[in-house]
């Protein structure tokens, strides 16, 4: 298995290119399940995951060609020649449980494994079936797999979620596309993610309006037709490039980056001295003299503080002057990163979903282990920031949500490199 080896830097200085969000994109291709004309994403990033998702679609008949080195997908489904999404895949990655929606609206039955636990929390998927219960949809737990059917087509319906679920909102959101009537979503997800998945779902054909508040409605139509769509730019992506220069000193400018996609974790760095501001081609960090000071976090559903840059800010927070309280109210169990960053150096007391972090005034490497996607790069950046050499094995992770990663931070000066098993 891959490792990544890291040297300790000074300041970063250039530029850094956001790709598409992972997040969105794989929301955004099984919007194909929806109709059988082709549906085309730009602007794709070029991850494991989405090799997954590729994978899964593949397997329900689907057909998603990868044009432009990956960057452009074009996705096809013409007929569903397989209803069930088998356990073997949907074990790799949870954002499979977004196959159920479209297929159950589009040909009225669909199989779908249950995801099961992992990582970062039990993250059920209650919330997807109760909304699609509510549509009308009859659903059996039988051998790990949901079995659903809706005899006739699913129904509208006024369906409040009661706690807010980026996931849950989606699949219920594609599903309604289709669906008999008007159907309500109330309590809904705000996250940029959404926003981008009711655009695409619009130039499909799709009646919405609402997405980006917390109560999206949905006029169902009869059929959907094909579409070109751009991935809306990584917010998380984003927000973690933003944190190099935080960490490192320097200045480090993400292209295709916008203030509106990170306001409540700019609002966070700017409290602990680290400038942001926009330019014409994305937003510039910089963080010139001194240590940054502690300042305490909460990750909130969107616009609050996101839950998948708890464990970058976590990084740049070892290093500041002062104690900072980061509360993770999201996941139950994505603190994972502290013991690893205890190895290299930090102060960091973890108490339920509390974790106080006393800023040390240096880190110093360690090898060190990757438990989850975010967790792998929060040790990344510490890396940057720490005295001596970082190995980060377990790679894969990485993999899965950031592209090119070692490119885009050695084109700013960072010693960081692959070392290939
Ligand atoms: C999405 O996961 C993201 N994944 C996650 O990104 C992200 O951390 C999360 O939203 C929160 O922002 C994708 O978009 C593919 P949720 P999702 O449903 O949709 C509970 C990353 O690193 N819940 O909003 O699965 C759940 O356990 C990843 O890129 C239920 O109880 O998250 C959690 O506590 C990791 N029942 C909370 O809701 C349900 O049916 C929010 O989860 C669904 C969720």
Redesign the pocket.
């Known amino acids: 298995m891959d490792s990544i080896l890291v040297r300790g830097n000074g300041p970063l200085n250039g530029q850094i290119p956001i790709a598409g969000a992972?997040?969105a994109c794989?929301?955004l291709m099984p919007a194909t399940l929806l109709t059988d004309e082709p549906l085309t994403l730009t602007n794709a990033p070029r991850l494991s995951d989405i090799r997954t998702m590729t994978q899964l679609l593949g397997s329900l008949g689907a057909e998603v060609v990868p044009l432009q080195q990956g960057q452009v997908l074009a996705l096809s489904s013409h007929d569903i020649s397989n209803h069930t999404a088998d356990y073997d895949i949907v074990r790799k990655m949870?954002?499979s449980i977004l196959v159920l929606g479209p297929m159950l609206a589009r040909d009225g039955h669909a199989i779908v494994s249950l995801p099961g636990g992992c990582a970062?929390?039990?993250?059920?998927?209650?919330?997807?079936?109760r909304a699609l219960e509510a549509l009308g949809a009859d659903l059996e737990l039988r051998d790990g797999y949901v079995h659903a059917k809706a005899v006739g087509g699913l129904k509208g319906a006024v369906f409040e979620f009661p706690?807010?679920?980026?996931?849950?909102t989606?699949n219920a959101l594609m599903a309604a596309t289709l669906a008999k009537g008007t159907t309500v979503l109330k309590n809904a997800?705000r996250?940029p993610?959404i926003v981008d998945l009711a655009q695409c779902l619009r130039r499909m054909g799709a009646q919405i309006e609402g997405e980006g508040t917390s109560t999206i409605t949905i006029q169902g139509v009869d059929r959907l037709n094909g579409a070109t769509h751009p991935v809306v730019t990584d917010r998380?992506e984003l927000g973690t490039y933003m944190l190099a220069p935080a960490i490192c000193g320097g200045e480090v400018e993400l292209l295709g980056g916008r203030i509106s996609l990170v306001e409540a974790f700019c609002e966070r760095l700017d409290a602990a001295g680290v400038s942001v501001v926009e330019t014409e081609n994305g937003l510039k960090v910089s963080r010139k003299n001194g240590r940054v000071r502690a300042v305490d976090v909460v990750t909130e559903?969107f616009p609050g503080f996101?839950?998948?840059l708890q464990a970058q800010m976590m990084a740049l927070l070892c290093t500041a002057e002062g104690t900072s309280v980061l509360e993770e109210r999201?996941?139950?169990n994505r603190f994972m990163h502290a013991p690893e960053l205890i190895r290299m150096g930090a102060k960091i007391e973890v108490h339920g979903g509390h974790a106080t972090v006393h800023g040390v005034e240096k880190l110093r490497g360690a090898p060190v282990m990757a438990t989850?996607?975010?967790a792998s790069v929060s040790l990344i950046l510490a890396a940057l920031a720490a005295e001596g050499e970082t190995v980060v094995n377990r790679v894969y992770h990485l993999d899965r949500?950031y592209e090119r990663v070692e490119e885009k931070l050695s084109a700013c000066g960072a010693h960081i490199e692959r070392i290939k098993a």
Request: proline share 8%; charged share 30%; no cysteine.
């Open positions: 992972k997040n794989l929301t949870r954002a970062i929390g039990a993250r059920p998927v209650d919330l997807h079936l706690i807010v679920s980026v996931g849950a989606e997800a996250e993610e998380i559903p996101p839950t998948d999201i996941f139950e989850d996607l975010r949500g």
